[in-house]
């Protein structure tokens, strides 16, 4: 969002920064151009009050422009005068700067200003080195001399040189304007949001388990959804620990009569008691999956839960090396001291013990473990054995709710499809492959968090 209203500001100032630069150049050059015509408008003025008609024909100026450069030859200022049709010396005055040369005698400048005697035509025309010429002409009809045109030209180059200059100087001048203003704006908009952002870090750590509430000082625009969001946190853990209480209440109303059943089943014998047994024993494995699943459900969608893999996975490991020990399976476990499950400690628990008690179960001598945070903000807890593994097919098998690869084994037949639900309800996934030890390699994926205390 920073970056979005910085972008925006910035790109509306560039737009009016830009705008104003072209505005700006185009004023001062209409000034600078407003200043030579006035100056040509001027010399016009000055030659048409002192021109003078001699006898035997021809004109005279009586007082000439006096400035340095209609003396000094093709300087870039010039004047003229002359009569139109008549080609004779006397009839054409011109400046010392125009040497052996002339102005434009019968250019449209010129047939403009014939057709409109006593206007000033303005416009542009070659000099005598071809350099652009800003010309003023005017037609003024004398008596006794007919049309007389009257012309002052000079040369723009250097006009249009002031206008680039001063392009130039407004261009940087607005650059480091810009360059202000977009410091300015980053840090007023980081400014203004920075209440934003600060209700944007604490509901990250209300998120990964580190606080328990938004907590922090809000302006009263956004104390409001501060206030909500703390609302809604308590709501969902009162769901989940109302969830929390039902579970436990139908594990309790249900495991309590099938432990009759089963106790009642094996304190007989017949064929009658051997099927109730297996019937309990199936049901009871049916509710504690699907009590599990529901509690793993609610844990999911509760925010702030998060828990340290590394010490569940030091507990179990160790449990489990005593338990196997007798039948000399060596369980090796690593687990990164910055590695968190976001999600209860019982169902990472059951996760992950799951899979290392099944490892442990079909090993030859040794388990591997590791825990280690992955990319994404992601936990990823692998579990190898060096048993006979399992075939692609009996892979997919082995994910399969209620198949048994081994009749011989004890069981519920719920397999590894336990783990896959639990890591499901947490947003994870389970995978299975070849391990390098020779045996079965599960990979866990689970929702993963910053490290630190819980």
């Known amino acids: 969002m920073v970056r979005r209203l910085v972008l925006a500001a910035l790109g509306w100032a560039v737009i009016l920064l830009v705008f104003g630069a072209g505005a700006l150049t185009l004023l001062f050059q209409t000034t600078v151009l407003r200043d030579l015509d006035d100056r040509l408008f001027g010399v016009v003025d000055s030659m048409v009050a002192h021109v003078e008609p001699v006898s035997g024909g021809g004109l005279e100026l009586d007082q000439r422009p006096l400035d340095p450069g209609y003396f000094q030859a093709l300087s870039g200022r010039y004047w003229q005068v002359f009569t139109p049709g008549i080609e004779a010396p006397p009839a054409i005055l011109r400046s010392d700067s125009l040497a052996n040369e002339r102005l434009d005698t019968n250019g449209p400048l010129v047939r403009a200003a014939l057709d409109q005697p006593g206007l000033t035509i303005i416009g542009e025309s070659p000099g005598p080195n071809l350099e652009p010429l800003r010309m003023h002409v005017r037609a003024v009809v004398i008596e006794g001399q007919g049309a007389v045109v009257f012309s002052a030209a000079e040369d723009r180059r250097p006009s249009d040189r002031r206008v680039r200059e001063f392009a130039v100087a407004a261009a940087g001048l607005l650059a480091v304007f810009a360059g202000l203003l977009a410091a300015g704006v980053v840090v007023l908009v980081r400014w203004g949001l920075a209440p934003i952002l600060r209700m944007g870090t604490a509901v990250a750590a209300v998120r990964d388990g580190q606080a328990e509430w938004v907590s922090g000082s809000f302006p009263?625009?956004?104390?409001?959804?501060?206030?909500?969001?703390?609302?809604?946190?308590?709501?969902?853990?009162?769901?989940?620990?109302?969830?929390?209480?039902?579970?436990?209440?139908?594990?309790?109303?249900?495991?309590?009569?099938?432990?009759?059943?089963?106790?009642?089943?094996?304190?007989?014998?017949?064929?009658?008691?051997?099927?109730?047994?297996?019937?309990?024993?199936?049901?009871?494995?049916?509710?504690?999956?699907?009590?599990?699943?529901?509690?793993?459900?609610?844990?999911?969608?509760?925010?702030?839960?998060?828990?340290?893999?590394?010490?569940?996975?030091?507990?179990?490991?160790?449990?489990?090396?005593?338990?196997?020990?007798?039948?000399?399976?060596?369980?090796?476990?690593?687990?990164?001291?910055?590695?968190?499950?976001?999600?209860?400690?019982?169902?990472?628990?059951?996760?992950?013990?799951?899979?290392?008690?099944?490892?442990?179960?079909?090993?030859?001598?040794?388990?591997?473990?590791?825990?280690?945070?992955?990319?994404?903000?992601?936990?990823?807890?692998?579990?190898?054995?060096?048993?006979?593994?399992?075939?692609?097919?009996?892979?997919a098998q082995a994910l399969a709710r209620g198949v048994r690869l081994d009749e011989q084994a004890p069981g519920t037949g719920l397999g590894l499809a336990i783990v896959t639900d639990l890591a499901a309800a947490y947003g994870g996934a389970l995978s299975l492959d070849r391990s390098a030890l020779g045996g079965l390699r599960a990979r866990l994926d689970l929702p993963g968090g910053a490290g630190g205390a819980a």
Do not use: Y
């Open 220 to 395: 009263r625009e956004i104390k409001p959804l501060a206030e909500e969001l703390n609302g809604l946190l308590d709501h969902s853990r009162e769901v989940v620990e109302r969830a929390r209480t039902h579970v436990g209440n139908l594990a309790h109303a249900l495991k309590t009569p099938l432990t009759v059943l089963g106790n009642e089943a094996r304190g007989q014998s017949g064929a009658l008691a051997e099927l109730v047994t297996r019937q309990t024993n199936a049901m009871t494995g049916q509710v504690e999956h699907h009590l599990r699943r529901a509690r793993a459900a609610a844990n999911a969608r509760a925010i702030g839960a998060r828990t340290p893999a590394d010490a569940v996975i030091n507990d179990l490991g160790r449990t489990l090396t005593r338990i196997h020990a007798r039948r000399g399976v060596e369980v090796e476990w690593e687990a990164a001291p910055g590695a968190v499950f976001r999600g209860e400690r019982q169902d990472l628990e059951d996760l992950a013990g799951n899979l290392m008690d099944n490892a442990c179960k079909w090993a030859a001598s040794q388990v591997r473990v590791t825990a280690a945070p992955a990319a994404g903000g992601r936990l990823e807890i692998i579990v190898e054995d060096d048993g006979p593994g399992l075939t692609q097919e009996q892979r």
